[in-house]
């Protein structure tokens, strides 16, 4: 089955079309950038200019940086405000809407480091915020938006978003002191089998990883940041 997938992000918004039997995108990706302000019809509009680009009439998925409940956004801590409340299904076309790192996570227990694992599962993804998948023998617990869990008293993705690193100048070792105490703080939280670590960044894990120490085992998702434009159209496809 093929189906849109589309990623939309602080800075840029991506979709391919998506073969959902094998994960694989079917022709190059494109991106364009995420307008500023990221309010509901400029985003909208580069959504449509997705579609057609790929000539797009069938099934649709698209990913959210927020709460979306339904397909009703209920957050936007990363876009702008004004898309709370905003019904986004609707407003995509009769798309399927969902969490970014929700669908990021979905790619990853299908066809990345999550196949076939059993027990507590974390996907995390790193960029403009954190965003975070859990997945329990399989199963999402969606929207749990780990990433505003409170850290020196104030939001976690406020001290260890991979934004962080490029704004403050902080080496990679040093940032990777920041991800290990988040980490430190999920893995105390929810005893996971696994962490797996996404989003843009994911491409230069071994600048990091290796810095970062815990008994959980933490894993650069294989999908990278293909991840959220597979996850969407699994989700659509998924109904």
Known sequence: MLVLGIDIGGS????????TESGTLTEERLRVPTPQP??????????RRIRAHFGWDGP????????????????????DRSWVGVDAAELFGAAAVLNDADAAGIAEMAFGEGRGRAGTVLVLTFGTGIGSALFADGTLVPNTELGHLQLHGGDAEHRAAARVREEHDLSWEKWAQRVEEYLRHVEMLFSPSLIVVGGGVSR?????LPYVRLDTPVVPAALRNQAGIIGAALAAARG
């Open 12 to 19: 840029g918004i991506k979709g391919a079309p998506v073969d």
């Open 60 to 79: 649709v998925g698209v990913t959210f940086p927020g709460v979306v409940r339904d397909g009703v956004v209920r957050t936007a801590a990363n876009v």
């Open 38 to 47: 990221s309010a509901p019809e400029g985003v909208a509009e580069a959504v």
């Open 204 to 208: 230069k894990a071994d600048k990091f």
